[in-house]
């Protein structure tokens, strides 16, 4: 009887001891969880607005006619975004954040009748990036959904 | 005489369940003080670091963008900001908030960014983050203000002093 009861008393301080290292574990691993998935999120939205940097970037250096066709993501860590280019630079939104990638300079069109605007670009879709050139003698780039 | 060794035994037992009560009880006092302390500062670890990846990334809240477009532009760039490590000290009791009052200080290194206006942004949201996560760790957010300064745990009190850059 004497040993079963030390026996349970250990057990017993085993399993306190065992219950607050784990709460404070629990803790720190949902906390650090979080934080990993929010640092996900961030890494992949800055990822995507450099990645239609470059394109554009790209298609501009490649001269008249010089073409790129770009995909982009359903979703940015299971939130939506939109993405907005101009001749600024492409502005990423999501989940109450942006951020901005920058551009060389140059004229961004929707269109085809290359008319100065912003152009939006939303998830899951296909967008050709055409340089053109106007009349003005100026390489234009025209970004449209496919 | 089987009656009398009985007798005996449990007084040992009971004079050994009570020390180890005390025991147990004088440690969880201190368990609980050490283990509280150790959750804020992986706390603290965790908000700093999400405070970085925010530099880091350069993706901000909606209203630090546009102000950060308009009076500091060369934050919209992501920064190369690493948390080097974080120190606090104990100021004593402080009868205001009838808790332990902590100051946190975070040293970090942006070999990046040079200037200074924008290494305090950088440190102002390092700190932040690092205060919002106390709060949110210790479900303390009603108690503090909208910059969670200070922040409360349940038995301490965290202020955070300026990122030391090194």
Redesign the interface.
């Known amino acids: 009887m004497d040993c079963h009861g030390a026996l349970s008393i250990d057990f017993l301080f085993s399993i306190l001891m065992v219950i607050v290292v784990m709460g404070s574990l629990s803790t720190i691993v949902s906390d650090g969880m979080d934080m990993a998935k929010q640092s996900d999120e961030l890494g992949n939205a800055r990822m995507l607005a450099e990645y239609i940097a470059e394109a554009i970037d790209q298609t501009y250096s490649g001269g008249n006619g010089h073409g790129i066709r770009i995909v982009t993501p359903p979703q940015i860590g299971g939130k939506y975004y939109m993405v907005t280019v101009n001749s600024s630079g492409v502005f990423i939104k999501t989940g109450g954040r942006g951020g901005q990638a920058h551009l060389v300079p140059q004229k961004i069109s929707g269109s085809l009748s290359l008319n100065s605007s912003d152009v939006i670009l939303l998830p899951g879709k296909t967008y050709y990036i055409l340089n053109k050139k106007g009349e003005d003698g100026y390489s234009w780039i025209v970004i449209r959904p496919e | 005489m089987n009656m009398g060794s009985k007798g005996q ?1 449990t007084a040992e ?1 009971i004079i050994t ?1 009570g020390f ?1 009560f005390l025991i ?1 009880y004088a440690m969880i006092f201190y ?1 609980g003080e050490a ?1 509280e302390l ?2 804020v500062m ?2 603290v670890r ?2 700093a ?2 405070g970085a ?2 530099d880091n ?6 209203e630090t ?2 102000d950060y ?1 308009k009076e500091r532009p060369g934050l ?3 920064s190369s900001v690493k948390i080097v490590k974080i120190d606090y000290k104990n100021l004593g009791f402080n009868l205001t908030y009838d808790k332990v009052k902590i100051q946190l200080r975070i040293y970090a290194s942006a070999p990046s960014v040079k200037d200074s206006g924008y290494r305090n942004c950088i440190g102002d949201r390092i700190n932040f983050y690092a205060r919002k ?1 106390i709060a ?2 210790f479900q303390t957010q009603n108690l503090s203000n909208s910059v969670f300064n200070p922040a409360f745990s349940d038995r301490y009190v965290f202020t955070t002093r300026d990122v030391q850059w090194i």
């Open positions: 035994l037992y369940a180890i147990v368990i283990n150790n959750q992986s706390a965790i908000g670091a999400e990846s925010a990334m350069a993706i901000y809240p909606d963008f546009k477009q919209l760039n992501p996560s949110e760790a």
